[in-house]
């Protein structure tokens, strides 16, 4: 299995600008994680799907981000309208069946740069 | 917060030593595991142990629970210039809704 894949590596765009990252999780995995990382504040979970169905939108900062997950192989997390800080490393992450909170696999994340 | 803090923040130490981070968190706890991050990678699960175990090892890898003081440790031994990243604890807390959260980290610099 290529693991969790997530498109793109690098994304530089400006204020104000919608931004979309992608995810394809590792087959047969029915859980999917979507985390930030910065300095400041490490590592945050924002959202997590079980089954296609979002469980926990707690950490989701704001009404600007928003994540869907229209099937089981693939999830995009969008931010519209961007803000710098919004700069960070995005990962997503997906685990398997019974495994909640046990192991997660991550993908090689999305560096995004908000200017 | 629930975050679990790792300790030392930053450790170089020459390769062939071992290397010991120390991870203390605040409430109860089901689970905890420890994961590596290369720089500029995402992040790749070590091990787990679980609440009601005190040691747990897996190759040179040993890890320590201790529930009453709640904290954990993590030792490397026999250190390799590979074993160079972040290294970060993270909980499962227990009661209510589970969630993990994720250590502020240790970064680990092995000196050929």
């Known amino acids: 299995d290529a693991g969790v894949i997530q498109s793109p590596r690098h994304e530089v765009t400006e204020m104000g600008q919608e931004v979309t990252l992608r995810c394809k999780p590792i087959?047969?995995?029915?859980?999917l994680f979507w985390y930030r990382q910065t300095m400041m504040r490490g590592l945050e979970l924002l959202i997590y799907f079980n089954n296609n169905v979002p469980i926990d939108d707690s950490g989701m900062p704001e009404d600007r981000f928003s994540a869907k997950m229209p099937n089981a192989s693939f999830s995009t997390l969008k931010i519209q309208p961007s803000e710098p800080r919004d700069s960070a490393v995005y990962f997503c992450a997906s685990s398997p069946p019974g495994r909640l909170n046990t192991e997660a696999f991550f993908g090689q994340g999305t560096r995004l740069t908000v200017v | 917060s629930q975050q679990g803090e790792e300790d030392p923040q930053a450790l170089s130490i020459q390769e062939g030593e071992n290397a010991t981070m120390n991870c203390s968190y605040k409430t109860s706890i089901n689970n905890l595991q420890w994961y590596r991050q290369n720089s500029g990678r995402g992040l790749v699960h070590l091990i787990l142990?679980?609440?009601?175990?005190r040691e747990k090892h897996s190759g040179r890898l040993r890890v320590t629970l201790d529930t009453s003081k709640k904290s954990s440790s993590l030792l490397i031994t026999a250190s390799r210039a590979a074993d160079t990243a972040s290294y970060f604890c993270?909980?499962?807390?227990?009661?209510?809704?589970?969630?993990?959260?994720f250590g502020t980290g240790t970064k680990l610099q092995v000196i050929p």
């Open positions: 087959s047969g995995h029915d859980y």
């Open positions: 993270a909980t499962a807390y227990s009661g209510g809704y589970q969630k993990v959260t």
């Open positions: 142990i679980r609440s009601n175990e």
